[in-house]
């Protein structure tokens, strides 16, 4: 069984300014002459984290890893200004074209998981003759179905009712049974700075407590900040449907089928069932799709882990 690789810290971090007055936080790790490759991370919102940097051979890979728009080391950060306006996925792609460029590579692999993966197929399906291969783990095509299954009654609320009773409790009674994506956003960004961070730990516990088989219920984000962040950054998105049309990223997957890809997706996955990566690997069949018998959502499982860090090995060579 694959492990991820040893600890690694980066070899260069900075700033990119993208315009819009974003200001992008990168890093660098591996080898500076190794195979080009780029880490989206999930959320959105969601930042980066040492942990990512491992899913890669450091001797044959030079990996780039950024902070999104709003979060992590990235400026304006949403946990202070909840202005998102400039803040959509055709943004994001922008900001991964121009830091391409700063890296100064033509082509490169790019590795996304949940929103990552979202991330990942806008990017590919606009610019693919910039992606070499993809690495897509707990795919997540943002539409209404996905959305309302994680985050409305009905769906992952069913499996967990003893942890959804802590999502809803910062929502009003009487407003339980609407659309509780746009509930949440009147308490986010709402002038009452309590009512804000109480929505925003019960939207980041939600998703944090649900995330694999195995965690830890009491690991949970404890900075306002933070969770403000992740929680503000995600409700936009999902308000605006990640700013796709419906099955977008289905429809258009012909532009990539080319594309030498790998998808991991646990069974067990209730933030973003399986059935979204089963129909995307329909519709691309020269993908090769993984479905790990004992995972969840997170990639920190052990079969999950495995597979990722078996499928960036295989595309090293």
């Known amino acids: 069984m694959r492990s991820l690789y040893p600890e690694i810290e980066p070899r260069a971090t900075g700033h990119l300014d993208v315009g819009d007055g974003q200001r992008i936080f990168w890093e660098q790790v591996g080898n500076p002459e190794g195979k080009p490759a780029v880490f989206l991370h999930g959320g959105p919102g969601g930042g980066i984290n040492p942990k990512q940097r491992r899913f890669f051979d450091p001797k044959r890979y030079n990996v780039l890893l950024f902070d999104q728009r709003g979060c992590g080391r990235s400026t304006p950060h949403a946990g202070e200004n909840p202005d998102l306006s400039l803040n959509t996925t055709w943004n994001l792609v922008s900001d991964i074209e121009k830091l391409r460029e700063q890296m100064g ?49 009905g769906g992952a609320s069913q499996i967990f009712p003893d942890l959804w009773e802590e999502y809803l409790a910062p929502i009003p009674p009487a407003a339980r049974g609407g659309n509780l994506i746009e509930e949440h956003a009147k308490l986010l960004w709402g002038r009452d700075q309590s009512a804000a961070e109480a929505s925003a730990f019960a939207w980041t516990g939600w998703e944090d407590r649900t995330i694999g088989l195995t965690v830890d219920p009491h690991d949970r984000e404890k900075d306002p900040r933070t969770a403000l962040a992740f929680a503000r950054i995600e409700n936009w998105y999902f308000q605006n449907k990640a700013f796709l049309r419906e099955n977008q990223l289905l429809e258009d997957v012909d532009k990539i089928r080319h594309i030498p890809a790998a998808i991991v997706h646990g069974r067990y996955d209730v933030i973003c069932p399986v059935a979204s990566a089963w129909e995307l690997h329909r519709r691309w069949p020269e993908s090769k799709l993984t479905i790990t018998a004992q995972s969840g959502h997170t990639a920190f499982e052990a079969e999950n882990t495995h597979h990722l860090v078996e499928a960036t090995d295989a595309f090293a060579q």
């Open 105 to 153: 590579v033509e082509r490169w692999l790019v590795f996304g998981g949940s929103w990552g993966s979202t991330l990942a197929l806008a990017y590919a399906q606009t610019h693919p003759e910039r992606v070499s291969e993809l690495v897509l783990r707990g795919v997540f095509l943002c539409r209404e179905s996905e959305l309302d299954w994680f985050y409305n009654p």
